[in-house]
């Protein structure tokens, strides 16, 4: 078995590899904000897309407004990684429920000096950004 959910390896590469896993998970994400459910923090889900990496792999874009940030910021999230959580609901609503709580509404800590700009002024972090080996105080 792999991870909290309880599902069986082959299960988990089944659910991530079909052509809608992104999308579902996007829209999960957009419906968890939409009902107001609970966060770690507030913040705004602006926008949630999908997009595909070269290996196939579905990756999640989310811009969002934190609370403690003055800048709007976005998490780039490959949706290949099983849910932490033991939930009854659906995968995709079990990541996406994961993915609001502890990675949107969680403040982003050192990661914050790690940010990169875009062109429309959204800073970025998360998968193919830099990560906190990155950061000085961990640089060895």
Known sequence: MSGMMGLVDEEWRSIISAPDWGPRVAEALRRYFNEGRWLLAHAELVNAS?????????????????????KRLG?????????????????EESL?????????????????DLLVEDADGVWWWGDGFPDLSEHPDFRR
Not at 51 to 69: F, K, N, T
Not at 96 to 112: D, K, M, T
């Open 50 to 70: 999908i997009e595909v990496d070269p290996d196939g792999v579905s990756v999640l874009l989310a811009i969002y407004d934190h609370a403690r940030s003055p």
């Open 75 to 91: 998490l780039r999230r490959r949706l290949d990684r099983e849910p932490m959580t033991n939930s009854e609901a659906t995968p």
């Open 96 to 112: 996406a429920e994961e993915i609001a709580v502890y990675e949107i509404a969680e403040p982003l800590g050192r990661y914050y």
